[in-house]
Every structure is written in structure tokens, then in C-alpha cells.
């Protein structure tokens, strides 16, 4: 008989039990997303290891400020050591510049109709 009483006084498992579990499941992956996506954005704003005291040393090479940095907008280049080309001496050189470029598109021509020769003979 103890038995019967036992059964009667146990509660019955209703839905709402399930519910309430699937509720706490779904609470605690909001809470996980939440701590990510809020770890991820403090992760933004840390500084990279490079930068970072080493443990013991104190004394560590110091980084220019502005190593690659443009010029202010008032200094000039410095002058220059070597004087411009002569006019002469620019006309050589482009005269030179004239001719290897004439050379290299008849290569480029003798090439090219080899190359349809070859493959009409085919």
C-alpha cells in the first residue's frame, strides 16, 4: 500500500517542466553569445604583443614616432648634388630609347607572323 501512496503523492510531469528547461537552455546560450560577441569587442581595443613590456627587462628599443610619416607641408627637398642632363646628352638618350623600341616591335612582328605561318602550315 505504501506503494499506491507513494505513486499518488509523486507529481506529474506536465509540460510546463519542459518549458521551463528549454527556457534556461535557451537563457544560457544567450548569456555565452553575449559574453563572445563582448569578448570579441574588448579584443579591439588591446594593444599587440610587439608592444607589451617583456617580464624582467625594462630597457627596450624604442620605436620611432613617425618613421614613415609624410613631410610637413612647408619643408622642401633638399637640393640636388648632381647636375640635370645636358640637352644633347638628353637627345642621345632618347634617340637610344626610340631605336630599342623600333627593334624589339619588329621582333615582336617577325614573331608573330612565324607564329601564323606555323599554324596555317599545320
Not at 48 to 54: G, K, T
Request: hydrophobic letters at 45%; aromatic letters at 0%.
Amino acid at each position: 500500500m505504501t506503494t499506491q501512496r507513494a505513486m499518488a503523492m509523486r507529481p506529474i510531469p506536465t509540460q510546463k517542466a519542459g518549458q521551463q528547461q528549454g527556457r534556461g537552455v535557451l537563457a544560457t546560450a544567450a548569456l555565452l553569445v553575449a559574453v563572445g560577441l563582448g569578448g570579441l569587442g574588448l579584443g579591439g581595443c588591446s594593444i599587440s604583443l610587439s608592444d607589451m613590456p617583456m617580464l624582467g627587462s625594462s630597457d627596450r628599443a624604442e620605436k620611432p614616432k613617425d618613421a614613415e610619416g609624410f613631410p610637413a607641408v612647408n619643408d622642401l627637398p633638399a637640393g640636388r648634388d648632381e647636375a640635370v642632363l645636358a640637352p644633347a646628352e638628353r637627345n642621345k638618350i632618347e634617340q637610344e630609347l626610340i631605336a630599342a623600341r623600333e627593334r624589339q616591335a619588329n621582333a615582336n612582328a617577325s614573331a608573330s607572323t612565324a607564329a601564323a605561318k606555323a599554324a596555317a602550315a599545320k
